[in-house]
Nanobody, 126 residues
């Protein structure tokens, strides 16, 4: 069984920064990619960022490009999301995801990922 454990959420003022961390806890774990989705109140869950196991290939939602940076450590089975210049529209529950079966290849789809964390709240408000 695989458990994705997130940390690092919280309350921050507009323009501030937060760093989210996610660790996969399991006896055995091999991932093709890990990343983050988010869901704001009353909205659908949306793609944020993903990174492949090598750390070379990344994808970002247009809304976070230039502000967020995703990174991974495949020796520790972790993925981080550095979020800078946060804005109120970034307020959401952020979910860590992992792809361990190399699905359709559509990294923007929720169906690409077979493991999800419980979510961590990020609130951007003055």
């Amino acid at each position: 069984q695989v458990q994705l454990v997130e940390s690092g959420g919280g309350l921050v003022q507009p323009g501030g920064s937060l760093r989210l961390h996610c660790e996969a806890v399991a006896r055995t774990f091999y991932y093709y990619s890990m990343g983050w989705f988010r869901q704001a109140p009353g909205k659908e869950r949306e793609f944020v960022a993903t990174i492949d196991r090598s750390g070379i290939t990344t994808h970002y939602a247009d809304s976070v490009k230039g502000r967020f940076t995703v990174s991974t450590d495949n020796a520790k089975n972790t993925v981080d999301l550095q979020m800078n210049d946060l804005q109120p529209e970034d307020t959401a529950v952020y979910y860590c995801v992992a792809d361990t079966f190399y699905g359709s290849g559509n990294v923007y789809s929720t169906y690409q990922y077979d493991y999800w964390g419980q979510g961590t709240q990020v609130t951007v408000s003055s």
